[in-house]
């Protein structure tokens, strides 16, 4: 049987009980016309994925309902057009949005890392003079205990001494800050 002679609407019958020359006679009359047509609004990789999807959903659900099947088909890809773009425009609001919420999150990190900041020259405001200039020369000018007795003119022990009052006080002042921050975050 010439399957070249077919009519569409024969074709179409064959085809939706698996007849494959009848299938791929209808897909060597069509799929280049509408890929090509499908190419006027999208992107040539595109194009191909909306004309291949529509052949496997007609391969796979047949519809012998179909009355004209050229029309049939390049309506479909102009449906195919158009959940593109809406699949283009999801994911282009998806980043944006996540864009937005790194930006707040950053935010949020950045006056988190301020309060942290005057939270802890609150708490160094309380120690006593020596024991606070030891350990900002330790901690922020990154100075060693040996550099600081010298400086200082202490010895090793008492710059270690001062170091860990500061240590201690510190824990204490930022215990409510911190479990703050684990609270909002949910760690606590």
Known sequence: MDYQHL?????????AQYDRQAFHVIYTRYARRLFDFACRKV?????????????????????TAID????YLFAAVRYGWLNH?????????????????????????????EELQQVVEQAMATLPEKTRVVFHLSRFEGLSH????????????????????????????LRPFLQA????????
């Open 7 to 15: 009519s569409d609407e024969e074709l179409l019958k064959k085809s």
């Open 43 to 63: 992107v040539s990789e595109v194009a191909e994925e909306i004309v291949q999807d529509i052949f496997i959903r007609l391969w796979q659900k047949p519809d």
């Open 68 to 71: 004209n099947l050229s029309a």
């Open 85 to 113: 773009f809406r699949e283009e425009l999801i994911k282009e609001k998806f980043i944006a949005y996540s864009l937005q919420q790194s930006q707040n999150e950053c935010l949020q990190d950045e006056n988190l890392i």
């Open 146 to 173: 040996k550099e600081i007795a010298q400086q200082l003119s202490l010895s090793e022990k008492s710059v270690e001494y001062h170091i860990s009052q500061a240590l201690k006080q510190l824990r204490v002042s």
């Open 181 to 188: 921050v684990l609270l909002a975050i949910g760690l606590y």
